[in-house]
């Protein structure tokens, strides 16, 4: 696709992937998906708005637990197929682990060995309840 | 999944979503996928190596251009069904448009314009040849 690009394609699929990143540390936070409506509610409310696959509906961000995403900027690439968005992450965390990242599990290429980087921010049991 | 997973779980989805981020800016340059093939060549090598969809094999990242990724450090994600490798990148650019980032797009939530943002590293026709 050519540099004139003007949108992201949900044509081409109708689930989109999305990275979050904090505006401010630049930590990815997560990924997830949007269709195009959850899309058109990000830009239009400035809270992110995923598509649930497991769930199968629109997933606003936070909506349980509080923690929401306030859009800061959005951006697509080159093939059009994939979103970025710069948020900023209310209860500074965003994984419903209780971790500020969801990616707090770092591998060793060498051994293997999984290391777990960084410290739960919130109890996941006192917010969602016993599972 | 519990906090002990210890590793991406290639059973569940064959093609696992990559987050590459540059390790030293923090700056996110591209998604792409990796099936389990890849990711032991990664882990192995220290270069990062994808799976290419469209073309259907292994694409050690920068085989063309020579913009290969270093592998810094390679994180997963609390669903086990996301990468997260931070990297090197080798001629400051992971685009194969020329620019730093494929993300160099950028939306104006409210009147839907879009942005460039960044300017072009290196020619893709100087690099790739004419398309």
Redesign the interface.
């Known amino acids: 696709m050519s ?1 004139s ?3 992201p394609d949900f044509q081409k699929t109708e689930l989109i ?1 999305v ?1 979050a ?1 904090d505006d401010a ?4 936070l ?2 997830a998906y949007m269709n195009h409506e959850a899309y058109e509610e ?3 409310t ?1 809270r992110v708005v995923y598509y649930s696959r497991s769930r199968k509906k629109l997933w606003r961000k936070g909506e349980e637990s509080g923690n929401v995403q306030e ?1 800061k ?7 059009a197929d ?1 979103l ?1 968005v710069r948020v900023n992450q209310i209860g500074g965390a965003a ?3 209780g ?1 500020r990242s ?6 060793d ?1 060498t051994s ?1 060995a ?1 290391s ?1 980087v960084g410290s739960r921010v919130f109890d996941p049991q006192a917010v969602y309840g016993k599972k």
Request: with cysteine.
């Open positions: 540099a690009a003007s949108a992937p990275i990143q540390t630049g930590d990815v997560m990924l990000t830009l239009k400035g859009l900027s959005l951006w697509f690439d080159c093939d994939t970025l994984c419903h682990e971790y969801c990616f707090f599990r770092k591998i290429p293997g999984i777990v």
